[in-house]
C-alpha cells in the first residue's frame, strides 16, 4: 500500500512540473542582462554601456554576434565567452558572472545530438542576446 501511495504522489508530482507555467528564457535572459551586462555592453547591447569609457579592448557590439559568424548564432560559443572556462584572455577586462553558473540546470543541445546539462540562466542570456541580432 504505501509503495502505492509513494507512486500516486510521484505522479502528481511529475503532472503538477508538467503543467506550471515554463519562464521565458528570453524575458529572464533580458533581466540578466540588464543587472550583469548593460552596464559595458549599453541598454541595446552596442558597446556602448556607461562603464566602457577607457576599457581596453572595448565591449564588444552584442548586435553583430551572428554577422561576425556567417549569420548564425553560435549559442555555445558565446556562453563560454559569458561563463569564462577556457577563455581567460578576456578575463582582464571581462568578468567571469558566476551568479549566471548558479542554479537550476536545463538540458542545451552543444553539439548535434549531444544534450548537456547548463545553468539556465546562462541559457536564457544566451537566448536574449540572440533577440539582439541585427
Known sequence: MRAVTILGAMALTAAAVACAPR????REGRALYQEYCAGCHGTQGR???PAAEGLDPAPADLTAIAARN???????????TIDGYGLR???DVMPVFDPLLQGP???????EGVMTPTPRRLVAL???LETLQG
Open 126 to 128: 544566451a537566448a536574449y
Open 89 to 91: 584572455g578576456h578575463a
Open 23 to 26: 519562464a521565458d528564457p528570453v
Open 105 to 111: 540546470r536545463v538540458m542545451f543541445e552543444t553539439d
Open 70 to 80: 556567417g549569420g548564425t548564432f553560435p549559442a555555445v560559443e558565446v556562453m563560454a
Open 47 to 49: 558597446g556602448d554601456g
